[in-house]
């Protein structure tokens, strides 16, 4: 017999000598029992290996081949937990699997600036600096042509526009600012879900109205569309739906609103003055104090013009 023969069966030779020789003294001995009924039940397995035909590893080797299969069992948690990078995707990496479960859990997902790529890798894509000047584009190359010949009112759009930001999420300030940019850029001012404010309109830019499913500027009261609302907000005109022009700070959703009439009102009239008022402080002068310290005061300040 070949000494890979003893190899093989020698698990299963142990397992049955151990059972064999321990039963005699199983009375005498009670801490035998646990060690014997497991050697039993192994030289089980390994006697059913030897009579099975199905797997050549288990008929070679009893008892140590249900070890393979046992290991390919766990090897997927094995891999995710002990083996597998943070990147690897197989089909997602973990990286992704934990954002998913950090959001699904209502917990913060947010990460500091930078990244745990290795940007040196091959494969890698980025964009770099080119090391010789270019040709000047044409800026009027950068725009698409929306609506072919039979549309009424052709509009050519920038490749550059804003995308969407509501009012609510930013200010009246940084609305005017975005939308005094888009006139100026020649690009559109995407609105946002929030719908059309009256400092969307202040300077002219042209606007996309966003309309999302809460149908802001143009719902009932219910929350259903109100084609009414919305053949009013005609972008760009000023125009309700029976074609009379109104002011510009009336034509949004908030035209029934005295407050924002008021804030337009005002912020138009600021807008027509020159100049903006400063406060600057007078000459200050000392007052003595006891103990010989002196303290200096500020007089209320005037307002000056420049």
Not at 27 to 53: C, E, F, K, M, Y
Not at 54 to 73: C, K, S
Request: aromatic share 8%.
């Amino acid at each position: 017999m070949k000494p890979s023969l003893y190899s093989r069966y020698a698990c299963l030779a142990g397992c049955l000598l151990f059972t064999v020789a321990s039963l005699p003294f199983l009375s005498a001995h009670a801490g035998l029992w646990p060690l014997t009924l497991i050697t039993a039940l192994l030289s089980l397995v390994g006697l059913n290996d030897l009579r099975q035909s199905h797997h050549a590893v288990r008929r070679n080797y009893p008892i140590l081949g249900n070890i393979r299969y046992l290991i390919e069992t766990i090897r997927p948690e094995i891999r995710q937990y002990l083996l597998e990078g943070d990147d690897d995707k197989l089909p997602f990496s973990r990286a992704q699997r934990s954002l998913v479960y950090a959001r699904a859990k209502n917990e913060s997902a947010e990460k500091a600036f930078g990244t745990l790529n290795d940007v040196y890798k091959p494969g890698f894509e980025f964009i770099s600096h080119s090391m010789l000047p270019v040709e000047t584009p044409n800026p009027s190359s950068f725009r698409v042509a929306i609506g072919g010949p039979q549309c009424r009112q052709p509009y050519s759009a920038s490749i550059f526009n804003i995308s969407a930001m509501s009012f609510g999420a930013l200010s009246a300030n940084a609305i005017g600012a975005l939308n005094k940019g888009a006139r100026l850029g020649r690009f559109a001012h995407d609105t946002g879900e929030g719908s059309i404010s009256p400092y969307h309109r202040e300077h002219g830019g042209d606007l996309i109205w966003e309309i999302g499913s809460g149908y802001f500027g143009c719902r009932t009261a219910d929350g259903h569309f109100d084609p009414q609302r919305f053949a009013e907000q005609r972008l760009g005109s000023g125009e309700d739906d029976r074609g009379q022009a109104q002011p510009r700070c009336e034509a949004g959703p908030w035209r029934h609103s005295a407050r924002a009439q008021g804030q337009c009102r005002n912020r138009r009239n600021a807008r027509r003055e020159r100049g903006r008022r400063l406060r600057v402080p007078r000459r200050s002068h000392r007052v003595p104090q006891p103990g010989g310290v002196a303290a200096v005061h500020w007089p209320t300040a005037r307002t000056v013009r420049r």
